[in-house]
C-alpha cells in the first residue's frame, strides 16, 4: 500500500509557501505522491459547500511543486472532460518531462454542468467524450503523426512533439457507476475513488474494474486503485476520520479490499479549508508526521 498526501489547494491555507513546505516534508517522510484535483468554478447559491469555494489550477500548481521536489509522483485526481484534450496532452507531456516522469494523471468525467457550459462542451454523452478523450492523450504522447477523426473531437495529420520523457504518464481514470468502472478497466492504467466513495464496499467495484480488464484480455493486477482519503482528524468516527491510530486502521483495512494506493486529502476537511493559514499547516504537519509511511 502506498501512502500520499494532498497538496494545498482549496481555501486560505492553500498559498505558495504552504504548497512548498507540504510537498518538501511528504517528500521527506517517504510519501509515495503528491495530489490534487479540479474544481474550475463555483456557481452563485450553489451548495457544494467551502471545500470547492476557491480551488487553484491542478496542473499549475503540481509545475510548481515539482521544482522543489526530485523523487515524490505528482498526481491529478483528476481533470475533467471539459478541457481540451491535444491541449491537455502537451501540457501533461512537459509536465513528465519536466518533473523526470513522475506524473500520473487522472481523467474524470466531471459533474457540475455549469463547468461544461463555461467550458463550452456539451454536458451530454460525458462517457463516449471520456472514452475518446484517453485515446487522444495517448495518440498524442506516443504516435509520430497523429490523425484523428472521432465523434468528438479531430485531429489534422500533425506532428505532436516532444512526446512525454521518459514516456507517457499513466492514465487513470474515475467514475462511480458500473459503465465507468468497465471502461477505467478495459482502458486505463488504473482506478481512482471520488471523495463520496463509500468505502465499505469500494472491493465490490475494484472487482468489476478488474473483471472488465481481464475481459479485454488485460492484467488486472497491473492496474492501480488510487482512494483520495478523506482524511478528518478528530472529526469524530467514520472511515479516514478519528484519531490517527483509527486513520491508520483504515488504511491497512483498504489494502485488504485491493485498494494499492491512499492519499490523505486535507482539502477536503471543512476545519481546515475554513481556518486561518496558519492553524490549518499546524494542523497538516501535524498530520503529516502522524501519517507517514512505516
Same mark, same amino acid.
Given at each position: 500500500? +502506498?501512502?500520499?498526501?494532498?497538496?494545498?489547494?482549496?481555501?486560505?491555507?492553500?498559498?505558495?509557501?504552504?504548497?512548498?513546505?507540504?510537498?518538501?516534508?511528504?517528500?521527506?517522510?517517504?510519501?509515495?505522491? #503528491?495530489?490534487?484535483?479540479?474544481?474550475?468554478?463555483?456557481?452563485?447559491?450553489?451548495?457544494?459547500?467551502?471545500?470547492?469555494?476557491?480551488?487553484?489550477?491542478?496542473?499549475?500548481?503540481?509545475?510548481?511543486?515539482?521544482?522543489?521536489?526530485?523523487?515524490?509522483?505528482?498526481?491529478?485526481?483528476?481533470?475533467?472532460?471539459?478541457?481540451?484534450?491535444?491541449?491537455?496532452? +502537451?501540457?501533461?507531456?512537459?509536465?513528465?518531462?519536466?518533473?523526470?516522469?513522475?506524473?500520473?494523471?487522472?481523467? =474524470?468525467?466531471?459533474?457540475?454542468?455549469?463547468?461544461?457550459?463555461?467550458?463550452?462542451?456539451?454536458? $451530454?454523452?460525458?462517457?463516449?467524450?471520456?472514452?475518446?478523450?484517453?485515446?487522444?492523450l495517448r495518440a498524442c504522447w506516443s504516435?509520430?503523426?497523429?490523425?484523428?477523426?472521432?465523434?468528438?473531437?479531430?485531429?489534422?495529420?500533425?506532428?505532436?512533439?516532444? +512526446?512525454?520523457?521518459?514516456?507517457?504518464?499513466?492514465?487513470?481514470?474515475?467514475?462511480? $457507476?458500473?459503465?465507468?468502472?468497465?471502461?477505467?478497466?478495459?482502458?486505463?492504467?488504473?482506478?481512482?475513488?471520488?471523495?463520496?466513495?463509500? #468505502?465499505?464496499?469500494? !472491493?465490490?467495484?475494484?472487482?468489476?474494474?478488474?473483471? $472488465?480488464?481481464?475481459?479485454?484480455?488485460?492484467?488486472?493486477?497491473?492496474?492501480?486503485?488510487?482512494?483520495?482519503?478523506?482524511?478528518?482528524? =478528530?472529526? =469524530?468516527?467514520?472511515? #479516514?476520520?478519528?484519531?490517527? !491510530?483509527?486513520?491508520?486502521?483504515?488504511?491497512?483495512?483498504?489494502?485488504?479490499?485491493?485498494?494499492?494506493?491512499?492519499?490523505? !486529502?486535507?482539502?477536503? !476537511?471543512?476545519?481546515?479549508?475554513?481556518?486561518?493559514?496558519?492553524?490549518?499547516?499546524?494542523?497538516?504537519?501535524?498530520?503529516?508526521?502522524?501519517?507517514?509511511?512505516?
Open positions: 500500500m +502506498k501512502i500520499s498526501f494532498g497538496v494545498p489547494l482549496s481555501g486560505p491555507w492553500a498559498g505558495p509557501e504552504n504548497m512548498r513546505r507540504v510537498a518538501r516534508r511528504a517528500e521527506e517522510l517517504g510519501y509515495a505522491g #503528491l495530489w490534487t484535483f479540479q474544481r474550475l468554478l463555483y456557481p452563485e447559491g450553489h451548495a457544494m459547500g467551502p471545500v470547492y469555494r476557491s480551488v487553484h489550477d491542478p496542473l499549475m500548481t503540481l509545475a510548481h511543486v515539482s521544482a522543489v521536489t526530485r523523487r515524490i509522483e505528482l498526481g491529478l485526481a483528476v481533470v475533467n472532460v471539459f478541457m481540451q484534450p491535444v491541449v491537455l496532452a +502537451k501540457q501533461l507531456a512537459t509536465l513528465q518531462t519536466l518533473s523526470g516522469g513522475r506524473l500520473a494523471a487522472g481523467v =474524470g468525467l466531471g459533474w457540475l454542468e455549469e463547468e461544461f457550459t463555461a467550458a463550452g462542451v456539451d454536458f $451530454a454523452a460525458r462517457g463516449r467524450r471520456g472514452e475518446e478523450f484517453v485515446q487522444v504516435e509520430d503523426v497523429v490523425a484523428h477523426e472521432g465523434e468528438f473531437y479531430r485531429i489534422p495529420a500533425s506532428h505532436m512533439d516532444p +512526446k512525454p520523457e521518459p514516456g507517457p504518464p499513466p492514465v487513470l481514470m474515475g467514475g462511480a $457507476a458500473e459503465r465507468a468502472l468497465v471502461r477505467a478497466g478495459r482502458l486505463a492504467d488504473g482506478w481512482m475513488s471520488a471523495s463520496r466513495e463509500n #468505502l465499505a464496499v469500494i !472491493d465490490q467495484k475494484i472487482s468489476t474494474v478488474k473483471a $472488465a480488464a481481464e475481459k479485454a484480455g488485460r492484467d488486472p493486477d497491473a492496474l492501480r486503485f488510487v482512494v483520495r482519503g478523506v482524511t478528518r482528524i =478528530g472529526a =469524530g468516527r467514520g472511515p #479516514l476520520a478519528g484519531t490517527y !491510530d483509527e486513520i491508520r486502521a483504515d488504511v491497512d483495512a483498504l489494502a485488504a479490499k485491493g485498494v494499492t494506493e491512499v492519499f490523505h !486529502d486535507l482539502n477536503f !476537511d471543512p476545519a481546515v479549508v475554513t481556518a486561518e493559514p496558519a492553524q490549518a499547516m499546524r494542523r497538516a504537519e501535524e498530520a503529516l508526521e502522524a501519517l507517514a509511511p512505516r
